[in-house]
């Protein structure tokens, strides 16, 4: 067991006006995780400290937060690889709940407007939807976003403009437009083409490092942007032709 | 079945892709491009060629004798103003949230860099060589 020195921001709306830092040094073992450094801190020294976990295994993606000024899950960041004292914050650019609670309401508005499920206008088969093996991989990088909103709360663009549907509401769309099952493609481009859609996206890479997945979110992004400029070009043809 | 067709049709007719935030992207890659190459052409035209001692306004008035550099710097003004313009326009959108704010720097912005853009327009394009000026 080691001393491990932490550095979190609190912030409780019902008593203070701004958000404070305060600092604890817990137990722990340099392979324990932040997440363990976390419960150590709520459990043994201020149990006030509010924070997301749920599986606590880089599956659900609960405790996404700002970990020495990156976006990470603190129960896939051990504590041997970072500098102390931990800094950890609440992500960027949601309003904060309590401490490391950030209201995820507009992220989920926005996840679910791209729609993100299987449109098909054919009636199902009576067995399985058939996809080969090339075709899965065609979206098989994006399947893996497990909504912790790490990539949109790293983005710049997003932080300055609170309307722009985010990476993670595209990276979503792109699992379902590159899917050769699904019909909805209009329907998502549709949305995505708009002032707040895919164009205020300005490379910056924010979001492909800070995917806890390894999602290359800035190739998708350009990949949903291509695709559009496809379809406009389509359509400036056909209606040529007509 | 039925649920599924009753489902689709629901979401009525998709509006078509296009309009000003896909072409105005299109248009930043692509005028990026040619003014890579414009711009490196003419810096290496008036830096490393000529000296910039060399420059004055008979070597300006020998150019544009001919359409060829007038129409190179025509286009390179055209195109870098209007980039330019169209980036500050999304960083204002990004940045202002009020849409009286964004009106007044859209107007201030396509004000300002009309105008500019206009005059180095009318003195590409107006600009007369003395009659001198290419005789040997």
Redesign the interface.
Known sequence: MAHVRLKIQRFNPEMDSAPQWREYTVEAEPTDRVLDALHAVKWHHDGSLAFRRSCAHGVCGSDAMMINGKNRLACKLLIKDLKQPIVVEPMRGFAVVKDLIVDQTKFFEKYRSVKPYLIAEEPPPATERLQSPKQQERFEDTTKCILCGACTTSCPSFWANGEYVGPAAIVQAHRFLFDSRDQGAEERLEVLNKASGVWRCRTIFNCTDACPRGINVTKAIVEVQNLLVAHAKQGSTTDAAQ | ?AT??AL?SA?GR??????L??????FMRVSGLLLLVLALGHLVIMHLINSVDAIDYDFVARRYIGWFWRSYDLLMLVLAMVHGLNGLR?IL???L?QPVQRRIAAWLLYGIGGALTALGIVAVVVFQPPSSVGVP
């Open positions: 079945m599924s067709s689709s979401y998709p509006k078509p892709t296009g309009g935030e896909l072409w105005s992207w299109v999304v959108d990004d940045y949230h």
